[in-house]
C-alpha cells in the first residue's frame, strides 16, 4: 500500500508491552527505496504513522530538528525500549542519527514513556510510503527515491 495518509495498525498483544530489541535502517539503491525496520519481542503493538511538522521529545517537549524536507512520526503503544529492571532492549545512540541515505536522511528516538516508543524520521520530501506488518513482531516502512 502507498500512501500519504495517515496510517495505523492495531495491536496484536494480549498483556504487557512489546519490547523493541531492534531497528535496521537501510539503503536499497537497486530497487529504488530506503527502508526503516523494527523488531519487537513478543506481540506486535499498534503502530501509527504521520507526517508531522515538528518533532517533539516525548514528557520534555522539547523540539527536535531533523535533516531532510519531511518527518515521519511512528508510535508504538503499548511498547517499550527497556526491561522491568529498566534496562535499555535496543542500542540506539542519543540525539539525531543522520544515515547518509538519499531518501531516509536521520531519524531519532523521541520517546519511550509509559508504554509508548516514539521514533521520528525525515526524509527527502513528503512523498508516499508503505508500511507493512512483515511479521510478528516486526514492522517496516520504506520509502521510494
Known sequence: MWSTADYS??????????????????AHPSEGYDRIAFVFQGMAPAVTVRYVDQV???ASGKVITLPGGANLQIVFNPAAAHNDAGQRTITIPSGVQ???YPG??????????????AIAHSIRESVICSQRTIGAGTCGAARPR
Not at 104 to 117: H, M, P, R, T
Open 9 to 26: 495498525l492495531p495491536a496484536v498483544i494480549t498483556a504487557g508491552s512489546a519490547k523493541l530489541t531492534q531497528m535496521r535502517v537501510g
Open 56 to 58: 517533539v521529545q516525548d
Open 104 to 117: 531516509i536522511k536521520s531519524y531519532v528516538l523521541n520517546g519511550d514513556f509509559e508504554a509508548v516508543q
Open 98 to 100: 543522520n544515515t547518509g
